[in-house]
């Protein structure tokens, strides 16, 4: 979303919550629902913006645990 995302927020008088809510759930569920290896350019274990709430989300829509995401190289990702 890069630069639209502040202009969104402002015109909307969104939330990050509700950013996450609006924008991001849609996108990751329907990245599950057609099998897509998510991944993340960060460790999102650590993460205490919207890549951890990214991968909560995943987890809890995949059932997954911390221990199933994947790290390889430079990326980390879940199938």
């Given amino acids: ?5 502040d202009k969104i927020m402002k ?4 939330s990050y919550d ?3 809510e609006y ?3 849609p ?3 329907k990245a599950i629902a057609s099998g897509k290896t998510i ?5 999102p ?4 913006g919207f890549l951890g709430m990214e991968w909560e989300h995943i987890k809890l829509e995949m059932k997954l ?6 790290f390889d190289v430079s990326i980390w990702y879940v199938k």
Wanted: negative net charge; proline residues 0%.
């Fill in 11 to 14: 015109k909307y008088d969104f």
């Fill in 39 to 43: 991944r993340f350019s960060h460790n």
């Fill in 18 to 20: 509700e950013m996450f």
């Fill in 27 to 29: 996108a990751l569920d």
């Fill in 1 to 5: 979303m890069g630069k639209k995302f």
């Fill in 45 to 48: 274990l650590y993460d205490d």
């Fill in 65 to 70: 645990t911390d221990a199933d995401l994947i």
């Fill in 23 to 25: 924008f991001n759930k």
